[in-house]
T-cell receptor, first 112, second 110 residues
């Protein structure tokens, strides 16, 4: 089976812009979670989607949003980018959510 | 507030030695404790995981020891190899979100 894929792999934006990241889960997986990884804060949970519904949300501002499509693919959007949003954004998929999460390679976002 | 505390931050071990990484948690509702390995430029990959009904789980050279009363768990890497050089993260979960430790950078010297 193909693993979790994320596009794009690298992205450079300027402050104030918005960005959309995409994640394709492993075939058959219905749960998709998003995490932000930074050197200072480590890996932090953003949100989790299952069957197109957000089931869980981490402690991030409303500028961070996401959605899931009927084929389980997911997108996350960050609006009004700030310098502190520079991070590696990781997507993870699992069958139902409460089982093993498999991570993609991440999207490296740099905000200038 | 960091829900999972991990130590040490970095670790240097000679080839063939034992690498030990420790984690502690506060929330007794956590019921799933995985360890992830991450190489530069890659996403974290699941190494081994344990649930609180067992005190130890071994897979190859990797062993998780779990102490429910102390709210601590640790990863032991036996016969450490240079290829094990990576960042290791412990995590804890009670549902859908993984709460990660800050990570341990392991270097195994030849």
């Amino acid at each position: 089976k193909a693993g979790v894929t994320q596009t794009p792999r690298y992205l450079i934006k300027t402050r104030g812009q918005q960005v959309t990241l995409s994640c394709s889960p492993i075939s058959g997986h219905r749960s998709v979670s998003w995490y932000q990884q930074t050197p200072g804060q480590g890996l932090q949970f953003l949100f989790e989607y299952f069957s197109e519904t957000q089931r869980n949300k981490g402690n991030f501002p409303g500028r961070f949003s996401g959605r899931q499509f009927s084929n389980s693919r997911s997108e996350m959007n960050v609006s009004t980018l700030e310098l502190g949003d520079s991070a590696l954004y990781l997507c993870a998929s699992s069958l139902q959510g409460r089982d093993t999460q498999y991570f993609g390679p991440g999207t490296r976002l740099t905000v200038l | 507030q960091q829900q999972v505390k991990q130590s040490p931050q970095s670790l240097i071990v000679q080839k063939g030695g034992i690498s030990i990484i420790n984690c502690a948690y506060e929330n007794t509702a956590f019921d799933y404790f995985p360890w992830y390995q991450q190489f530069p430029g890659k996403g974290p990959a699941l190494l081994i995981a344990i649930r609180p009904d067992v005190s130890e789980k071994k897979e190859g050279r990797f062993t998780i020891s779990f102490n429910k009363s102390a709210k601590q768990f640790s990863l032991h890497i036996m016969d450490s190899q240079p290829g094990d050089s990576a960042t290791y993260f412990c995590a804890a979960s009670m549902g859908y979100a993984l709460n990660f430790g800050k990570g341990t950078s392991l270097l195994v010297t030849p």
